[in-house]
């Protein structure tokens, strides 16, 4: 079945520094791939998505890469903000098979410090 | 402003009741979801609907029911026999069930609390 698997949290930084968040996942089809971002108390809001190997998404200075290669799609930052602090959700949705259900990895919170 | 509205933002269950999450969307979007947020375990699907009167059990139905009577309603009902109900409950819509490239639209949230 399709998984997706997330580094564990949380991750502390200061304002300022370079962000990685680790994504790998699973899949029997040819799947696309999403980052959601939950903010305190509220419901998931989408980041990015990329759809075919080697597209890049980005959104308000976040990034990342579908990588078929190494099955990845690494959610990156050059400089975070405070305000950047909240729990990031990466998620696949995959072709193959008879419907479409995305599958979420477990989430990983982002602690940015003044 | 097109969106999804979740009510109540918190709800209380007694031992032995009912209760029923309400989830609105003006989207105009065929596919709904229920999804159950426990901390630490990311997201986990209850049920999903692709269109009016149709809707399937996801991985974790038991002790939960749906209705899909109206295309921008999806409400959520709790029964007394889900043990362990004390969660935050996310509904999400997509234009359709079909497209793998399908952006998910979320609503606010219900948080469940058990007296």
């Known amino acids: 079945g399709n998984s997706v698997t997330q580094m564990e949290g949380p991750v502390t930084l200061s304002e300022e520094a370079f962000l990685t968040i680790n994504c790998t996942y699973t899949?029997?089809?040819?799947?696309?791939l999403f980052w959601y971002v939950q903010y305190p108390g509220e419901g998931l809001q989408l980041l990015l998505k990329?759809?075919?190997?080697?597209d890049k998404g980005s959104n308000k200075g976040f990034e990342a890469t579908y990588r078929k290669e190494t099955t990845s799609f690494h959610l990156e930052k050059g400089s975070v903000q405070v305000s950047d602090s909240a729990v990031y959700f990466c998620a696949l949705s995959d072709r193959a098979g008879g419907s479409y259900i995305p599958t979420f990895g477990r989430g990983t919170s982002l602690i940015v410090h003044p | 402003d097109g969106g999804i509205t979740q009510s109540p933002k918190y709800l209380f269950r007694k031992e032995g009741q009912n209760v029923t999450l309400s989830c609105e969307q003006n989207l105009n979007h065929d596919a709904m979801y229920w999804y159950r947020q426990d901390p630490g375990q990311g997201l986990r699907l209850i049920y999903y609907s692709q269109i009016v009167n149709d809707f399937q059990k996801g991985d974790i139905a038991e002790g939960y029911s749906v209705s899909r009577e109206k295309k921008e309603s999806f409400p959520l009902t709790v029964t007394s026999a889900q043990k362990n109900p004390t969660a935050f409950y996310l509904c999400?819509?997509?234009?359709?069930?079909?497209?793998?490239?399908?952006?998910?639209?979320f609503g606010p949230g219900t948080r469940l609390l058990v007296l």
């Open positions: 990329a759809t075919k190997a080697d």
């Open positions: 899949a029997t089809g040819y799947p696309s």
């Open positions: 999400a819509s997509s234009l359709a069930l079909a497209g793998t490239t399908e952006t998910q639209y």
